[in-house]
């Protein structure tokens, strides 16, 4: 009978003679007739990392926790979803949104659960399982009894589908592929197929359907056992951790561990009348030997990805061992893996065969045999029979390194996700300029979802449409009430602390040129301002000073700051606006944001003004007293067409006639005229009627759709 101890080379044939082969320890791969036919392609660590959709991939078996990329499986066409924006004065836009739905083999023997996912590198699910772009996902576990996917089997029928029992599967239904160029981008997933850590031992018995019963209590945080061949899924596992297996017939079984002391006089055994020598010693030759052994690995530390530890001799040149581990360890282990390796390869560098009489035929590989007092054991690696003369070769007994100190290196790793809810702001705005707005300006700016546009449900009046915000737009809130102000130079008396509501927003100094252009526009509660500099406090907090204040007539809104007003920097390209009429001024528009980080109840409301259908208040009013007791008013209208005040030339009128409504009022009493012109006369009789006391003075343009925001002046009577 005999019996194959194997981890250096392929088993001999099963059976035999007494007198062949007791048995050998070897030492590096598994037996091919117990573990299938080979040489077979075994596991590189760059596999795991490549998603694959062709037919005849490799579907590992997962052990430990592990990131994979997979195989896809099934998946359909990219899905184009049309949406057409409106935005008043301008043409529709029509926008696509693209998403598809796919299937990802993820092992080859079930798994607990899934943990993080990345996208072409970005994490977009964290640990906790939120994910950061839109998509249903379902985990299959890869359980016997698994049904099919109900998308899929829609989609194929129900006869043309399958369940991919005994297949871990991740189903994602209407991935949106806006962030990722419209295709589905390469994801990995962090597969946790069991909770806890792993032995070499029990990886070993799945992967070979129990033919391997190793008692290896090493233990390993993940392993990927795939390969064409369970040899090639499991040698790299038995090289790397020197995993000792005797074949006895029919299992690839640890050997017995004991301990045998023989003499010198015992050995020099001879079946024949040749003289045989006691001990025969021998040593691989040095050059034929590493001078340094290198493990890649998958280091948790790194997001699991690639590490590689090297262990060398200083003083010697030659070959370099390298080893393929698809397997996760921290830096240290592999590291003291790496020294164990190369030291081992060196100290079983001797051999000493020993020819022992048949007493001795007990003797099985992997025994400790001392040879003489007192002397070192050494490892029964082989034991022959040799015309009952039983020869053993012996190797050098060695354990493993001490752990030595590792560094995992640096690894450029993608942040956690922290999903919050949207936060929005709606902004109702003046003329934009053009001077011919006959209709509400009403825009909504939207922060979240890092940076991704967000859908929105927008309600007025009761009448609901949905929609897309535009990109994240620079919101937040001020942390310092600003004070008043005028209009008619720069404000270099007043600053204003802001805060972001996205920490990765950022707000810029610009110079006077940039600022004449346009830059840096924002609205503060209801003044729309300029600031030359943002100076960054920490924390996304910024303050703002050189300012320009009350722009397109805002200035009627300087005098009412509050700590808390709500800011926004007016980016067009960051605001989604609304196509309102005329007609909707005075409906209520509410809009509840639908992000990843929005329970759908929560919205914000603004009652319709109209301001962009105002005329500008007027300015410079004046007033003083004939002698006679009339009281003779006078104001410069200003005009939505003439914010540059060019020189020589009134501005233009911007409505179709040029009319005023002027009122004097007291305490208890008023007296109101409309007029022509810029100008008006209360007689001495309209002032007595209002009695004594001091008198305000409130001047409006009226405009073609409304009536300006009112200008008043005080008056001692």
């Known amino acids: 009978m005999m019996a194959t101890l194997v981890l250096s080379t392929v088993g001999t044939a099963l059976g035999g003679p007494v007198g062949g082969t007791i048995g050998s320890l070897l030492g590096q791969s598994i037996d091919q007739q117990l573990l299938g036919p080979g040489p077979g392609r075994g596991p590189r660590l760059g596999d795991l990392a490549v998603q694959s959709s062709s037919y005849g991939s490799a579907i590992p078996k997962i052990f430990g926790t592990m ?31 693209y998403s598809a739905s796919f299937a990802v083999a993820l092992s080859s023997r079930r798994i607990s659960g899934i943990g993080r996912i990345w996208a072409d590198g970005k994490l977009i699910r964290n640990a906790d399982g939120v994910f950061s772009v839109a998509t249903d996902f379902r985990l299959y576990d890869g ?22 029992r005994g297949l871990a599967l991740a189903v994602f239904e209407n991935l949106q592929l806006a962030d990722f160029g419209n295709r589905i981008p390469y994801l990995t997933f962090e597969v946790i197929a069991d909770a806890a850590p792993v032995t070499v031992a029990s990886v070993l018995a799945d992967v070979s359907g129990a033919v391997i019963e190793s008692a290896d209590v090493q233990s390993i945080g993940g392993y990927a056992a795939y390969g064409n061949t369970a040899q090639a899924a499991v040698e790299q596992l038995v090289s790397a951790f020197g995993v000792p297996l005797l074949d006895d017939g029919s299992k690839l079984i640890s050997p017995a561990t004991g301990t045998s002391f023989v003499s010198e006089e015992d050995s020099g055994c001879s079946g024949d009348d040749r003289r045989a020598p006691r001990i025969e010693r021998s040593q691989t030759p040095s050059a034929a030997l590493p001078s340094a052994v290198t493990i890649s690995y998958y280091d948790p530390a790194r997001e699991y990805q690639a590490g590689l530890a090297r262990s060398s001799l200083n003083d010697r040149t030659g070959s370099v061992e390298q080893i393929e581990l698809p397997a996760v360890l921290d830096a240290i282990s592999a590291k003291g893996l790496a020294e164990t390796l190369l030291a081992l390869r060196w100290a079983q560098r001797d051999k000493l065969t020993l ?130 102000g005028q209009s008619a130079v720069f404000d270099l008396l007043n600053s204003v602390d802001v805060k972001l509501s996205d920490a990765d927003a950022w707000l810029e100094s610009r110079d006077d040129d940039s600022l004449a252009a346009g830059a840096n526009t924002a609205l503060l509660g209801t003044e729309m301002f300029q600031f030359g500099n943002a100076v960054p406090l920490g924390s996304g907090t910024f303050r703002l000073s050189r300012l320009l204040r009350g722009r397109l007539g805002t200035d009627w809104a300087m005098a009412d700051h509050n700590v808390g007003d709500p800011f926004v920097l007016l980016n067009p390209a960051r605001l989604l606006t609304l196509p309102l009429t005329r007609a909707q001024v005075g409906a209520r528009v509410r809009v509840t944001p639908l992000g990843l980080g929005d329970d759908g109840t929560a919205f914000v409301e603004h009652l319709v003004t109209g301001e962009a259908m105002r005329q500008p208040s007027p300015v410079h009013l004046r007033a003083s007293f004939d002698t006679f007791g009339n009281l003779n008013c006078t104001w410069v209208r200003r005009s939505c067409l003439g914010w540059d005040w060019l020189d020589g030339v009134d501005a233009p009128l911007g409505s179709a006639v040029e009319l005023y409504r002027a009122t004097l009022m ?46 008043s002046l005080s008056i001692i009577n």
Do not use: C
């Not at 929105?456 to 929609?467: C, D, K, W, Y």
């Not at 006369?681 to 009695?691: C, D, E, K, P, R």
């Open 67 to 97: 990131r994979v990329a997979g195989t896809v499986v099934w998946s359909t066409e990219l899905q184009e979803q049309a949406q057409t924006e409106a935005a008043k004065g301008q043409p529709d836009t029509v926008t696509y949104n």
């Open 143 to 164: 359980s016997e009894d698994q049904q099919r996917d109900q998308l899929i089997a829609s989609i194929e029928g129900i006869d043309s589908t399958p369940a991919f």
């Open 355 to 484: 020819r022992l009489p048949p007493d001795r035929i007990d003797l099985r590989p992997g025994s400790l045999v001392h040879v003489g007092e007192g002397a070192d054991a050494w490892r029964a690696e082989r034991v022959t029979i040799d015309s009952l003369t039983v020869v053993v070769e012996l190797r050098p007994n060695y354990g493993a390194v001490d752990a030595l100190p590792a560094d995992p290196g640096r690894a450029v790793t993608s942040p956690a996700i922290e999903i919050l809810p949207t936060r929005l702001a709606i902004v109702e705005l003046p003329d934009d300029g053009s001077g011919r707005a006959d209709s509400p300006i009403v825009a909504i700016a939207a922060s979240g979802n890092n940076g991704r546009s967000i859908p929105l449900t927008i309600e007025t009046n009761g009448v609901a449409l949905s929609a897309n915000s535009a990109r994240a737009a620079a919101i937040g809130s001020a942390l310092t009430a600003l004070g008043s």
């Open 666 to 711: 007291s305490s208890s009493a008023k007296v109101q005229v409309e007029t022509p012109s810029p100008a008006a006369q209360f007689t001495a009789t309209q002032i007595g009627q209002l009695g004594s006391g001091n008198l305000q003075l409130v001047v409006e343009q009226v405009g073609d759709f409304a009536v300006s925001r009112p200008a």
